[in-house]
Nanobody
Framework: QVQLVESGGGLVQAGGSLRLSCAAS????????MGWFRQTPGKEREFVAS????????YYKDTVKGRFTISRDNAKNTGYLQMNSLVPEDTAVYYC??????????????????WGQGTQVTVSS
């Protein structure tokens, strides 16, 4: 079973950037599709982006297209979410997750089997 640990969250001003990392251990990271989700208090966890096993195919929530970039380095067992042009509405706890089932366009959290503990991103106006 792969374990995931996110890092890189923090406080940033609107218009700024952050890069989140997701370190995997205990499993073959390259066998999994990876996704990023986020959640704010009182709201459902929502999909942000996903990437195929080899990193060739990506899929994004419409509101982050052009601002966020998902990537992965299988040799380092690490995934990333580069977030640019951040806005206060991006404030949330961000989670990485992985799934074995095929299909990179996977927006439902139930499709993912393993999750990290989350990292807080706060964007001030």
């Amino acid at each position: 079973q792969v374990q995931l640990v996110e890092s890189g969250g923090g406080l940033v001003q609107a218009g700024g950037s952050l890069r989140l990392s997701c370190a995997a251990s205990g499993g073959s990271f390259s066998r999994y599709i990876m996704g990023w989700f986020r959640q704010t208090p009182g709201k459902e966890r929502e999909f942000v982006a996903s990437i195929s096993m080899g990193g060739i195919s990506t899929y994004y929530k419409d509101t982050v297209k052009g601002r966020f970039t998902i990537s992965r380095d299988n040799a380092k067992n690490t995934g990333y979410l580069q977030m640019n042009s951040l806005v206060p509405e991006d404030t949330a706890v961000y989670y990485c997750a992985v799934k074995l089932r095929p299909g990179v366009a996977a927006e439902s959290d139930y499709e993912y089997s393993n999750w990290g503990q989350g990292t807080q991103v706060t964007v001030s106006s």
